[in-house]
Nanobody, 126 residues
Framework: VQLQASGGGLVQAGGSLRLSCEVSGRPFSSYIMAWFRQAPGKEREFVAAVRWTGTATKYADSVKGRFTISKDNFKNTLYLQMDSLKSEDTAVYYC????????????????????WGQGTLVTVSS
């Protein structure tokens, strides 16, 4: 299984970017995919998650209302639409997958996520 993230870049504050994560192979029979991010000098933190089967999503409070996670099951691709970007959104963004655990709402403990992409850098200039 490979996760390939792309779409990062340099954008001005207030702008938008869309990240993509192509999934090669099927991580698990049923799974949850998510985006985490890691800013310089900080720990990796949860951003957003979605159930691959179904529509349930979860967001970090810091991005709620600005970011939208979505998926294309046929293309095996995960997306993160990021609007109204702020300088504090600057980070390397990682896509990741874990087995479906039935938790509601979606549990976001980083240690439960098994497969990780290589990360894509998002830089927001103020």
């Amino acid at each position: 299984v490979q996760l390939q993230a792309s779409g990062g870049g340099l954008v001005q504050a207030g702008g938008s970017l869309r990240l993509s994560c192509e999934v090669s192979g099927r991580p698990f029979s049923s799974y949850i995919m998510a985006w985490f991010r890691q800013a310089p000098g900080k720990e990796r933190e949860f951003v957003a998650a979605v159930r691959w089967t179904g529509t349930a999503t979860k967001y970090a409070d810091s991005v709620k209302g600005r970011f939208t996670i979505s998926k294309d099951n046929f293309k095996n691709t995960l997306y993160l639409q990021m609007d109204s970007l702020k300088s504090e959104d600057t980070a390397v963004y990682y896509c990741t997958a874990k087995p479906e655990d039935g938790m509601r709402p979606i549990a976001t403990n980083i240690n439960d996520f098994i497969y990780w992409g290589q990360g894509t850098l998002v830089t927001v200039s103020s």
